[in-house]
Each structure stands twice: as structure tokens, then as C-alpha cells.
């Protein structure tokens, strides 16, 4: 492929920042000094109470799970329109998964709809920030409280993206963060879990450090650390987080670079989509995005087999997103779909994502678009 779909991000000291973890920290073990680089930085950035950076957002996700007392039988309300580990952290606690319909304007959880989901058994709401677009929060945040749910914000691709101001994953009782290779900001693999309530923070070292309460014991509040529940190991390596450090000193570079491409496109495409060949992304006025991804929707699950084959002809990679959970092996054996699918299979066949990422150039987006307008058969 001439032009590739996603490409890391790299801008340039990652090297000599995972170096200097290597020779001169000599700390390559969890909480290192890079570790704390970043917490401290993305705590006073998104303006978080609590960040503690986890080995991906999948382990987020099973943290806030497990600190949201998740327990077999309870029922978590989530679309099913998103990436498998969305589901996975809930249905390792014993949970059903019961998906909700999305909205076709962001592909997000439609929040008019989640209130019928919900049972005696219904214990968190799942939001999905997807391409880092805001889910409707105040709306999603009244359900909760006036049901007594918590709300897990699934913040992947929503890491510097923000809802009414405030950053996304700092609204809900947890928000999971994504650093892999794939998003806007990296670490090649890796996340962060923020919450606003530190009462969860001694729980959430102890899970983290497996069940010990060695994070106390660092910070020179007890002279010896052992075993005080059950733990996992969450916690990446510095070199990964040295990695990250980079990225995130020059995040607002990234951001610019993205946003410039997600620009570009959204203008130029805008006379396909007037013409009733595609429909383009939609923002709502609440969310400010991240240019986490471009994508567009076609007529058909053909046509867009169509285009991608079309593209790739030219050397452009395109790729469609998720096939929804419900309908998947393991969605049928762990959840089901309340309501009527009204959107969730019909948009997801339609919608495909085009070259997005930090390194692309002008030049290649300004190809991608020329493809795009030379294709007839919309
Ligand atoms: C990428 C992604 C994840 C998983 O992130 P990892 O860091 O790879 O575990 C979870 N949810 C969504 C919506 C994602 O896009």
C-alpha cells in the first residue's frame, strides 16, 4: 500500500526518552519516572482527580469493572456497536452484556433508549466515546444517578477530547483510556483508568499491584507491604511510558496534525455528501473531538465493499470498523440486545474508516479524497 491506514505515532524523542529509562534511570519496572511523568501530566491536563496508567485500556476496563463491584448475574448496559473488550472486562466479573441501540448521527449509544434496559439486575452504563466524538453525558449521568448505576466511559479513542468543556473519561464514576499503537497518543500498548472519587484510590493500587499494598509502602506510609485482597498485575513498563512521554509533551502538535487532516476531509467531501453519495461524520455542538478517525458512510454493505476494493486498486488502504457484539459468537453466549436494532448492523456495514494518523501527509489525503471522487458507482 502507498498510503496506509494507520501508522504509530512518532514524533521524534521517543528513543532517547525510553534511553534515558534504560541507562540512566535504570528503572524499567512499573512507576517508574516516566510513569509518573505522564500521571502528573494527564491528571493536570484533563483535570482528573486520580490517573493511575495501566498495560492497556482492556486492563482499565477490568480495574473499573472490579472496583465497580461487578458481580455474577448483574446486567451492564453497553452498545453493541464497539471493540470486544468493551464486553470483556464485564463478562470476566460474571455479567451480561445487554447492548443498546445506537444513534445514527455518532454511532454512539443512543441515550433515549437506555432506560428501558434497564432491570433489577442493571448495575453500570458502558458509554462508548466513538472516534473520540462525546457520548450525550448529562443525559447518560441523570439515568445513572437517578437508577443508582455507575457509569464506566469506555474513553479509548476519546483521550483529549472533551464533553461541554470537561475532558472525556472524567465524567463517570471511571474513564478508560487507550495509549495502543492505533490511537491518537501511544505507547505502543497501554491505558490509564481516571476516577474523581479517591476513595477508590487505595483499592485501585491494590489491584493494580497485585493485591498487595505496595504503592503505600513506596510513598513510605507503612514499613512493609503485603498481601491484603486479590490483585492483578496492571502496571506498564517505564520504557513503554518513556514511550508515551514523547507523545504526550507534544500532544497538542498531534492534535493540530489530526485535526488539520479530519478538516481537510470533512470539507472536501462535503459536495459527495450533498449529492447523496456519502454521509460524513456529525459532531454534535456538546463534544469538542480529537480527530481520533475519518470515516464515512455508503449506501450499502456493497457499495462499500466496492469502494475499499476500489481504493486499495490505488494503493489506499480503507477499512471498515466493528461487526457488532450481539451478533458475534461469544455476544450471543454472553449478552443480548434489548430493544430493536434499528441502526447498530444497518450503520456498521455502511461505515468505513479512511488514512488517519499523526505522519500522513497533505499530499496523501488530497489523494485519498481525489479516489474517493473518482468512484462512480455510489
Ligand atoms: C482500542 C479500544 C479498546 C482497547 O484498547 P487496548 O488499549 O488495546 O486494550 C477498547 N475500547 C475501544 C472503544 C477501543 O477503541
Redesign the pocket.
Known sequence: MRIDFNRPPFVGKETEYIKEAVEQNRMICGDGPFTKKCSAWMKEHFHSKELLLTT????A?EMASYLSDIQPGDEVIMPSY??V??ADAFVLRGATCVFVDIRPDTMNIDETQIEAAITEKTKAIVP?HYAGVSCAMDEIMAIARKHGLKVIE?A??GVNAYYKGRALGTIGDFGCY???E??NYSMG???AILFQDDSYLEPAEILREKGTNRSKFFRGQIDKYSWVNYGSSYLPSDINAAYLWAQLEEAERINEKRLAVWNYYHEELAELEEKGAIRRPFVPEYATHNAHMYYIKVRDLETRTKLIDYLKERGILSVFHYIPLHSAKAGLKFGRFHGEDIYTTKESERLMRLPMYYSLKMEEAQEVVQALKSFTEY
Open positions: 492497556s485500556c482492556t486492563h476496563l464497539t471493540f473488550s468493551t462508548v469506555d479509548a479513542q487507550s495509549f495502543h492505533t490511537k500498548e497501554g491505558g
